[in-house]
Nanobody
Protein backbone atom coordinates (compact mmCIF):
# COMPACT_ATOMS: atom_id res chain seq x y z
CA UNK A 1 0.00 0.00 0.00
CA UNK A 2 1.38 3.37 -0.99
CA UNK A 3 0.13 6.69 0.31
CA UNK A 4 0.97 10.07 -1.19
CA UNK A 5 0.20 13.18 0.83
CA UNK A 6 0.03 16.62 -0.75
CA UNK A 7 -1.45 20.08 -0.32
CA UNK A 8 0.78 21.58 2.32
CA UNK A 9 2.08 25.11 2.11
CA UNK A 10 2.46 28.47 3.78
CA UNK A 11 -0.69 30.15 5.06
CA UNK A 12 -1.46 33.05 7.36
CA UNK A 13 -3.19 32.72 10.71
CA UNK A 14 -6.89 32.18 10.21
CA UNK A 15 -6.41 30.80 6.73
CA UNK A 16 -7.33 27.43 5.27
CA UNK A 17 -5.65 24.55 3.50
CA UNK A 18 -6.85 21.21 2.21
CA UNK A 19 -4.52 18.25 2.37
CA UNK A 20 -4.97 15.19 0.17
CA UNK A 21 -3.74 11.65 0.61
CA UNK A 22 -3.89 9.45 -2.49
CA UNK A 23 -3.80 5.69 -1.92
CA UNK A 24 -2.88 2.75 -4.07
CA UNK A 25 -4.87 -0.27 -2.83
CA UNK A 26 -7.45 -1.78 -5.17
CA UNK A 27 -10.06 -1.79 -2.41
CA UNK A 28 -9.49 1.44 -0.56
CA UNK A 29 -12.66 1.08 1.49
CA UNK A 30 -11.02 -1.84 3.27
CA UNK A 31 -8.71 0.64 4.97
CA UNK A 32 -9.35 3.01 7.81
CA UNK A 33 -7.15 6.06 7.45
CA UNK A 34 -5.86 8.82 9.68
CA UNK A 35 -3.87 12.04 9.81
CA UNK A 36 -1.01 12.74 12.16
CA UNK A 37 1.35 15.68 12.48
CA UNK A 38 4.81 16.24 13.83
CA UNK A 39 6.16 19.62 14.80
CA UNK A 40 9.91 20.23 15.14
CA UNK A 41 11.23 18.68 18.32
CA UNK A 42 7.94 16.99 19.14
CA UNK A 43 6.50 13.52 18.76
CA UNK A 44 4.06 12.61 16.03
CA UNK A 45 0.53 13.27 17.26
CA UNK A 46 -2.91 12.19 16.17
CA UNK A 47 -5.08 14.67 14.28
CA UNK A 48 -8.06 12.83 12.78
CA UNK A 49 -9.21 9.47 11.47
CA UNK A 50 -12.02 8.16 9.28
CA UNK A 51 -13.54 4.74 8.79
CA UNK A 52 -13.28 2.77 5.55
CA UNK A 53 -16.78 3.70 4.44
CA UNK A 54 -16.44 7.32 5.57
CA UNK A 55 -19.34 7.09 8.00
CA UNK A 56 -17.36 7.60 11.18
CA UNK A 57 -14.74 10.17 12.11
CA UNK A 58 -12.79 11.13 15.19
CA UNK A 59 -10.69 14.22 15.92
CA UNK A 60 -8.08 15.37 18.38
CA UNK A 61 -9.45 17.98 20.78
CA UNK A 62 -6.97 20.54 19.47
CA UNK A 63 -8.51 20.51 15.97
CA UNK A 64 -12.14 19.70 16.70
CA UNK A 65 -14.43 22.22 15.02
CA UNK A 66 -11.66 23.51 12.75
CA UNK A 67 -10.54 20.45 10.78
CA UNK A 68 -12.68 18.03 8.80
CA UNK A 69 -11.57 14.75 7.30
CA UNK A 70 -13.37 13.03 4.44
CA UNK A 71 -12.66 10.48 1.75
CA UNK A 72 -13.61 9.60 -1.80
CA UNK A 73 -13.25 5.85 -2.23
CA UNK A 74 -13.77 6.05 -5.99
CA UNK A 75 -10.80 8.40 -6.29
CA UNK A 76 -8.99 6.50 -3.50
CA UNK A 77 -8.20 9.77 -1.82
CA UNK A 78 -8.58 11.08 1.71
CA UNK A 79 -8.80 14.75 2.58
CA UNK A 80 -8.13 16.99 5.56
CA UNK A 81 -9.80 20.37 5.35
CA UNK A 82 -8.10 22.73 7.78
CA UNK A 83 -9.77 26.02 8.65
CA UNK A 84 -8.96 28.76 11.16
CA UNK A 85 -5.34 27.72 11.15
CA UNK A 86 -3.15 28.72 14.07
CA UNK A 87 0.64 28.89 14.43
CA UNK A 88 0.42 25.79 16.63
CA UNK A 89 -0.81 23.85 13.59
CA UNK A 90 2.58 24.23 11.92
CA UNK A 91 3.95 20.73 11.37
CA UNK A 92 4.71 17.99 8.93
CA UNK A 93 1.41 16.22 8.27
CA UNK A 94 1.29 12.48 7.56
CA UNK A 95 -1.46 10.17 6.42
CA UNK A 96 -1.60 6.59 7.63
CA UNK A 97 -3.74 3.57 6.82
CA UNK A 98 -4.72 0.32 8.43
CA UNK A 99 -6.59 -2.54 6.82
CA UNK A 100 -9.72 -3.45 8.73
CA UNK A 101 -12.26 -6.24 8.43
CA UNK A 102 -15.20 -3.92 9.01
CA UNK A 103 -15.92 -0.85 6.83
CA UNK A 104 -17.10 1.22 9.83
CA UNK A 105 -14.00 0.54 11.89
CA UNK A 106 -11.84 3.58 12.73
CA UNK A 107 -8.12 3.14 13.33
CA UNK A 108 -6.79 4.13 16.72
CA UNK A 109 -5.07 7.31 17.76
CA UNK A 110 -1.60 5.87 18.25
CA UNK A 111 1.15 5.71 15.64
CA UNK A 112 1.42 1.95 16.14
CA UNK A 113 -2.22 1.51 15.15
CA UNK A 114 -1.29 2.17 11.51
CA UNK A 115 0.37 -0.20 9.08
CA UNK A 116 1.20 2.13 6.24
CA UNK A 117 2.42 5.72 6.03
CA UNK A 118 2.83 8.32 3.38
CA UNK A 119 5.58 10.90 3.28
CA UNK A 120 4.76 14.12 5.08
CA UNK A 121 3.52 17.36 3.64
CA UNK A 122 4.61 20.55 5.39
CA UNK A 123 2.10 23.06 6.71
CA UNK A 124 3.43 26.39 7.94
CA UNK A 125 1.13 28.91 9.57
CA UNK A 126 2.59 32.38 9.86
CA UNK A 127 1.43 34.98 12.36
Amino acid sequence: VQLQASGGGLVQVGGSLRLSCAASPRTFDDYGVGWFRQAPGKEREFVAAISGDGSRTVYADSVKGRFTTSRDNVKKTMYLQMNSLEPEDTALYYCGARQSGWPRSIPGQEVNDYEYWGQGTLVTVSS
